[in-house]
């Protein structure tokens, strides 16, 4: 019981952790890839991703004149049928949202809540700390975590990615100086992080993501990884922490030192989008859903409650993530 109320106290400080997508305390997910916000191992912000080129130019060019415009007109709109034809399933990934008025009523409250305190509190912290201790603070946090990435990449039949969590946490535990440095991730070892989390488990194993839910402090998230965010948390050494207090300090100091990593990665997304609550639901999705793909073809799968869940994996799990 008093793990469980370590979970409430704390909660007001994880929404960068959380609330964006990823889980994992890394960076911010690059563009390309997709965000919203969670948290978590690291959550991290997601952004959809850009439209084809020749997308873009149908939608930009200037409008025929009246001397062949119906032809003109005619090959814009098959360009733009081929192109959203061809986009990759993984990005054409939709997921039910009954619960919409109560989940943009939740996005309010916690944009609010990033704005009026997080954030704030954050561009102080960052003022007084400079940028390589705060780096090498989030790499002492990341390295935490590994056994949360360790342990999924066991379950999921990952031997190559277990292995490589496991010789990254002795070499950044030792020579990394106790995973204030990331030695392992350099370019002379090469041992990239593996961003593995149960949700991700659920998901290869044939677990279907649901509807889409937002909950107040911890942003986007599905019944699949919200379930996930409880075996994160369970199987994060922080969390052991006593008295409860020690783990409310500890997790609330690492999401303002995460945030002060990630500010304006929010306000980008935010700007760029006609409907934020929109944007991020969808760049959510697909990134959740193309994490699960590409670990997804190794292992045996049930039918598919979303569109292009049993996709064939492109990769195998293991892309590059910058380090903090």
Not at 124 to 131: F, N, Q
Not at 203 to 228: A, E, L, M, N
Not at 252 to 265: E, F, K, P, R, V
Request: hydrophobic share 40%; proline share 9%.
């Amino acid at each position: 019981m008093r793990r469980l109320l370590c979970v409430f106290a704390l909660s007001v400080f994880l929404l960068p952790e959380f609330a964006h997508g990823a889980p994992d305390s890394s960076p911010p997910v690059s563009p390309g890839e997709a965000a919203a916000p969670a948290a978590a191992s690291g959550a991290s912000i997601v952004t959809p991703a850009a439209p084809e080129p020749a997308v873009r130019e149908a939608a930009t060019a200037p409008p025929a004149g009246k001397d062949g415009a119906e032809g003109d007109s005619e090959a814009a709109e098959d360009d733009f049928d081929y192109d959203m034809e061809d986009v990759p399933a993984a990005e054409q990934v939709t997921i039910a949202d009954p619960w919409e008025p109560f989940n943009r009523a939740m996005f309010t409250f916690n944009d609010r809540l990033y704005f009026w305190v997080l954030k704030p509190v954050a561009e102080g912290y960052s003022a007084v700390v400079p940028e390589p201790a705060r780096v090498s603070v989030g790499n002492f946090f990341s390295n935490l975590r590994a056994p949360i990435r360790f342990v999924n990449c066991v379950l999921q039949a990952n031997l190559i990615g277990a292995s490589t969590e496991l010789f990254r946490f002795m070499l950044n535990s030792t020579i990394g100086l106790a995973g204030l440095f990331d030695p392992a991730g350099g370019e002379e070892i090469g041992l990239l992080r593996q961003d593995e989390d149960f949700g991700q488990t659920l998901g290869v194993y044939g677990v279907g993501q649901g509807f889409y839910i937002v909950w107040p402090f911890f942003g986007p998230s599905s019944p699949r990884d919200t379930v996930g965010m409880v075996g994160d948390f369970f199987s994060y050494p922080i969390s052991y922490l006593d008295p409860w207090y020690a783990c409310t300090a500890v997790r609330g100091y690492q999401a303002i030192n995460d945030t002060s990593l990630q500010i304006g990665d929010y306000e980008a997304i935010k700007d760029a989008a006609i409907d934020p609550y929109v944007s991020i639901r969808n760049a959510y999705i697909q990134y959740r859903q193309k994490k699960v793909e590409e670990r997804g073809a190794t292992i045996p799968r049930s039918e598919p409650d979303v569109p292009g869940a049993g996709t064939p994996a492109r990769g195998v799990g293991t892309e590059a993530v910058p380090q903090q």
